[in-house]
């Protein structure tokens, strides 16, 4: 799972689609998603880093990390 290479972020959470002209904004976990999503990380990566980083139920996010995926295919913001 890889961020499409022409998506542009931002620290505090804006993403730009240059493709389609699309922008949209993402709390702060949503922006430390993305960053891991630039760095290659596996989705089993993602959850032991937010659920170490964050006071979060790590059931919890799983779900929620798959709904966030499930947004940014929908967005086509991830290469295939």
């Known amino acids: ?10 620290e505090a ?3 730009f689609n240059p493709g389609t002209g699309d922008s949209f ?7 430390e ?8 990380r596996t989705q089993a990566e993602i959850v032991e880093y937010i659920s170490s980083r964050f006071d979060t139920d790590r059931t919890r996010f799983e779900k929620d990390l798959d709904d966030f995926v ?5 967005y086509n913001l991830l290469e295939k």
């Open 1 to 10: 799972m890889k961020l499409r290479k022409n998506i542009a972020t931002s």
């Open 13 to 15: 959470g804006f993403i």
């Open 25 to 31: 904004s993402v709390n702060i976990t949503g922006a």
């Open 33 to 40: 998603i993305l960053s891991l999503l630039k760095e290659n």
């Open 70 to 74: 499930s947004q940014l295919h929908i």
